[in-house]
C-alpha cells in the first residue's frame, strides 16, 4: 500500500517535472524582450554634455520607462551655485518637464535627477550643459520657450549595472565551491547509511 | 554485531537525552545562519550596485539617509523570513499524522503553532517597518521627515502603495491572532492559505510590474520557497525532537519539498531570463550576477535534498531502531546545512529584489545608434 503510493507519487513527481521543463523551454521560446525594470535617462533637451548659446525655458527629460509622480526632484545649478528650477516637475508617462527661471551667466549648469521608475525603484542620476552666452538674468537674450528636438543621452562611463568583469567569475567560483561542499557534507553526514 | 548494536543504543540514548554539547550545536548553529544572512545581504546590496548609486556622476541628490538605505532591505529579509516561517509551522501542522501513533501528535501541533504565532508579530512588525522604508525610499526623505499624518488623510497621494503594505502588516497581525488561539490541525489548514495569500502583495511590489508573466512567477516563486524553507525549518526546529512523529512528517515533506524546488526552479528560471533576456547580460551584468548566486544554492540544495532521498527519509519512515537514530541525525545536519543556505539565498533575493534588471546595460549600449527623439508636442509653460 505504501510502496505503491510512494510509486504513484514518484511517477507524479517525474510528469510535473518534465511539465516544467517544457513550461520553462516554452515560455523561454517566446520572442519577447526583456522587460525594463528600473529607467534610466534616454534624452534630454537640452543635450546632456552639449552647448547651448540661448537659454531654455524648461528642461524636458525622457527616461526609459514611465516615472512615478511621486518623489521626483529636479536641480539646475549655475556655475556659482544658485539653482533654477521653478515650480514642481510636470510628469506625462516617461517624460519630464521642469520649467526653468530665467539662467544666469554663461558657464556649465549642472542638472541634478531623481525620479522613481514605476516600479517604485529610484534613480538618481544627472548630466550637465554650457550656456556659452549670458542667460537672460545675465543681461542676455529671452529664454528659448520654441518646441524642442530631445537629444540622446550617451552614456560615457557604460552603465552602472555592468557588473565588474570579476563578479561572474566569482559568482561560478562560489558556485563550484558550493556544490562541491554539499557533496562532501551530504557524504559526511550520511556515512554509514547506505 | 555487537558493537554495531551497542553503538547504535548509546546513538540511542543520545537522542532521547541531549547533553550539553547539543545544545551547544545549536547555538553555534543560530549564531552561524544569522552571520551568513547579514554577510550574504551585505555583499549582495554591493554586488547588486545598491550602495552607490546616489553617487552617479559624482551628482548626488535626495538623500534618504543610511537609515533607509540599510533599514529597507533588512525589514524586507527579516520581513521575509519570518513569513516563511509562519507558514512553514503552518504545513509541518497539517503534515503530521493525523491519528496518534507512539508520540502525541497536539503537544507538537501545539509547540509549531506557538512559534508560529510570535512570527507572525515578527512579520508584522517588520511589514510596518517595511512601510515606512520603502516610503522614504520612493519620495527621497529621511524617515523623521515623513509626512506621517498624510498616511491617514491621503495614503494614496503620499505612498501610492500604502494599502499593500498596511492591508499586509493587518492580515500578518491577524494571522498572529489567529494562531494564537488555534490548537489543531485543522485550524492550521484553515490559516495556512490565508498565510500563503499575505505573501502576494509584497512579492507583487517592485520588479512584479514589469510584466505579467513576472508577476505570475513571482507568486509561484515566494510561495513554493515559503512551503519548502518553512516546511524545513520546522522538522529541523521542532517535528525532529520527536521521532514517531517525523517518521510521518519527513516522508510526507519530502514529497512536498521535491514539487516546491521544481515549482521554485521553474519560476525562478523564467522570471530571471524575463528580466536578463540574453546570455551576455546574464554573465554581464550585477543583477545576472546575483542570480548565479541563486542558481548555485538551488543546485547545491537539490543535491542536499539528493541525499536525503537516498539515505535518509526511508530510514527515518521506516522507524527502526537499528538505523533511525543514525539517519535522524543526518536529516538534522542536512538540514541545518540547508537551512544556512536557504537564508543566505533569502539575503541575496532581497538584494536582487533592489537591483536594476540588464537591460538598461543594453540601452545604454544600443544608444549611439540611437536616433534624435522628436519632441512633437508644443512645451506648455508652467
Known sequence: ?194 | MASTSSRYQVLQRTIALPPPGRKRAMVLFIVATVLTGVVALAVGMWLGGNLTQSQINGIAIGGTGGLTGWGLPTSKMVMDVASVGVIGMLVACVLLPSREPAAEPGAMVRRLLRTASWLALVWAIANAALLIFSWSDLVGQPVTDLPFANLFTDPIGAFPAAADYTSSTSLAIVIAAGVAVTRTRGGALILLPLAAYNLVPMALQGHANHSTLLRYSLITHVIAISLWVGGLAALFMHVRKQPALLAVAAPRFSTLALFCYVAVGVSGVIAAWDLIGSIPSFWGSRYGVLVLFKIAALIALGIFGWWHRRHTIHRIRANQETHAPRARRAFTQLAAAEIAIMVAAVAIAVALSRSASPDTILLHSNRQAAAPVQYSEPVARG
Open chain 1, 1 to 194: 500500500m505504501s510502496d505503491g503510493m510512494d510509486r504513484f507519487i514518484g511517477v507524479v513527481a517525474w510528469l510535473v517535472g518534465v511539465a516544467a521543463v517544457v513550461l520553462t523551454v516554452f515560455f523561454l521560446a517566446l520572442p519577447a524582450a526583456p522587460v525594463a525594470a528600473h529607467t534610466a535617462l534616454e534624452a534630454s533637451s537640452p543635450k546632456a554634455g552639449g552647448k547651448i548659446g540661448v537659454a531654455p525655458a524648461q528642461l524636458v527629460l525622457k527616461f526609459t520607462e514611465p516615472i512615478m509622480n511621486t518623489g521626483s526632484r529636479v536641480e539646475v545649478q549655475d556655475p556659482d551655485g544658485r539653482t533654477y528650477q521653478a515650480g514642481p516637475a510636470r510628469i506625462a508617462g516617461d517624460q519630464l518637464t521642469q520649467s526653468l527661471a530665467p539662467l544666469g551667466p554663461a558657464g556649465q549648469y549642472q542638472v541634478r535627477i531623481r525620479v522613481v521608475a514605476a516600479d517604485g525603484h529610484p534613480l538618481i542620476t544627472g548630466m550637465r550643459f554650457t550656456l556659452t552666452k549670458p542667460g537672460p538674468a545675465a543681461g542676455g537674450a529671452k529664454a528659448d520657450d520654441r518646441p524642442i528636438a530631445l537629444a540622446p543621452v550617451y552614456s560615457t562611463s557604460g552603465s552602472v549595472n555592468n557588473a565588474p568583469t570579476w563578479a561572474p567569475w566569482l559568482g561560478g567560483a562560489f558556485a563550484v565551491v558550493l556544490m562541491s561542499g554539499a557533496v562532501l557534507f551530504g557524504r559526511r553526514a550520511t556515512r554509514g547509511l547506505d
